[in-house]
Structure formats: structure tokens, C-alpha cells
């Protein structure tokens, strides 16, 4: 029904920059937050951003002034600009949304399948 489709992760070094994208498909009537979470190996999924329909964003302190997160709601689609990019960064990123299938549907959440990004040293 509902599809969070990740892109834009890879291997990039210390210092640059990636820009991932999570486009919503499906049977949507309405966005309200959408956001982004990491999840290194053996710790725990953590908050990265999030973005509210009006545009409210809410940072991680460790990815304040690196990381920016927009959204074009005609699309559906969620962004997150990299930048400054540190080793500490690497994890699997996954994209979140909290949606109604429909007008009398209660909101959902969803997850996309993850996104690996890898920053060398």
C-alpha cells in the first residue's frame, strides 16, 4: 500500500558530503512528520532530523549545523543534505513517516528499507 523508497547513500571520506532522498508512494491522503534515523552496528536506532508539514525541523546535537533536512510536500519526498561528514556518522539511515492512508484512517508510521552510509577516515 505504502512505499518509503530510500536513496542516496554510498561511501564518501571524511570531510564531504552526500545528499539522501525518501520519496512516499501508495495510497497517501495525508504527511505529517517525516524524518530520518541511523542506526550503527551494535547501537541503537537514533533520531538524525525531523520535519513537520509546516516545516518545523528538530536536529540530533550531533548533526546540528551539518546536516539540513527539507521536504517538498507536492512530491511526498524527504531530503538530507550531509555535510562535514565524519567517520561517526556511518550507519544505515532510515527515512520515517507518519501518514493516513485516508481521510477516516488513524496515522501510521513508516519506514523505509535503509540506506548504508559509510565515511572513511
Known amino acids: 500500500q505504502v512505499q518509503l523508497v530510500e536513496s542516496g547513500g554510498g561511501l564518501v571520506q571524511a570531510g564531504g558530503s552526500l545528499r539522501l532522498s525518501c520519496a512516499a508512494s501508495?495510497?497517501?491522503?495525508?504527511?505529517?512528520?517525516m524524518g530520518w534515523y541511523r542506526q550503527a552496528p551494535g547501537k541503537q536506532r537514533e533520531l538524525v532530523a525531523t520535519i513537520t508539514s509546516g516545516g518545523s525541523t528538530n536536529y540530533a546535537d550531533s548533526v546540528k549545523g551539518r546536516f539540513t533536512i527539507s521536504r517538498d510536500n507536492a512530491k511526498n519526498t524527504v531530503y538530507l543534505q550531509m555535510n562535514s561528514l565524519e567517520p561517526e556518522d556511518t550507519a544505515v539511515y532510515y527515512c520515517n513517516a507518519g501518514l493516513r492512508s485516508s481521510w477516516y484512517q488513524a496515522e501510521h508510521d513508516y519506514w523505509g528499507q535503509g540506506t548504508q552510509v559509510t565515511v572513511s577516515s
Open positions: 501508495g495510497r497517501i491522503f495525508s504527511i505529517n512528520a
